[in-house]
């Protein structure tokens, strides 16, 4: 079953959205976020990363640089056929989005980046990962996965135990993460952060203070060494990993949309913060 989707509108437009989803997930987790950026006028398009959205046994001999390929090959598709190419990530899916930009920074109208995770520091990081380099530079990473567990990314108790029922189901991601993908995330931010320097494009970075997976040291990392002048980071305080579903979606939602908003009509802005909470409501 296939999980990549298309939001394409009747009339063209010539604005499009490339979302690349996280580690060990699939577009499903991107669907209601592609669905309100849709309802904002723009093309939008998710599709599933080498070895994402089925069983564990098909990540296990892929590399960062199948991942690196498939979203360079998505991104340029999209650049052949519209005007302007914006492009949002969740975890994983936000360091491919900086590798893309990194790569064609001319070509990339802006950047939302959701958790950015180039280094797996937080939280519930269990106390024995100070054993995983071991594990990672040996035959191990190819026995060995870290089981999804409590809280699932997630603050928002109603909502984690609906994402608990969905991760049961095979098709929309995986309830574990393998090692051997553990190493290729890594290796890939290793390579995403010796080029960041590279990025130029607008960019809006959104992280969590309490993320279980990636501390916001990530986030303040992208900050300070890319070369964007049009920059900002928020940082949420009553969410965990999964911004996008969690207690202050609707917040996120509404600072990508001004931020796309903002980048089209030429607009820096250095503080997204004047967008309040309480005044965003999006079903």
């Known amino acids: 079953m296939s999980l ?5 509108h009747e009339i063209k437009t010539d604005k499009a959205i ?10 499903y987790e991107l669907k209601k976020y ?8 723009y093309d939008v398009f998710a599709y599933c990363l080498p070895g994402h959205g089925d069983k564990v046994a098909e990540i296990m001999s892929v590399t960062c640089e199948d991942w690196l390929k498939a979203s ?12 302007k190419v914006f492009l949002s990530g969740l975890c994983l899916g936000a360091v491919l989005c900086l590798a893309i930009a990194e790569k ?5 109208d802006g950047i939302i980046s959701l958790s950015t995770t180039l280094f797996l520091d937080g939280w519930r990081m269990p ?3 100070f054993l995983m380099p071991i594990g990672l530079s040996t035959i191990v990473r190819f026995y060995y996965t870290y089981p999804e567990c409590e809280p699932y990314g997630i603050k928002n108790l109603k909502t984690r135990r609906i994402v608990q029922k969905l991760l049961e189901k095979s098709d929309v991601g995986m309830d574990n993460y393998p090692m051997t993908c553990i190493y290729e995330l890594l290796r890939l931010s290793k390579k995403t952060i010796k080029a960041l320097k590279k990025v130029t494009c607008p960019i809006l970075i959104i992280h969590s203070l309490e ?6 040291k990530s986030a303040e990392l992208v900050y300070k060494k890319i ?3 049009n920059k900002t980071k928020i940082i949420l305080t009553d969410s965990y990993h999964m911004v996008l579903y969690d207690n202050e979606k609707d917040y996120v939602y509404k600072l990508a949309s001004e931020f796309i908003k903002a980048c089209l009509n030429a607009v820096e802005w250095s503080d997204f913060e004047h967008i309040s909470k309480e005044r965003v409501q999006i079903c």
Do not use: A, C, N
């Open 4 to 8: 990549d989707f298309e939001f394409k």
């Open 34 to 41: 592609g669905q309100f950026l849709y309802t904002q006028g």
């Open 104 to 108: 064609y920074p001319d070509k990339v």
């Open 72 to 83: 360079y090959d998505s991104f340029l598709r999209l650049r052949k056929t519209y005007k």
């Open 18 to 27: 490339l979302l690349i989803h996280g580690m060990t997930g699939s577009p």
């Open 127 to 129: 106390w024995y990962s």
């Open 211 to 216: 993320d279980d997976l990636t501390s916001k």
């Open 227 to 229: 070369s964007s002048k």
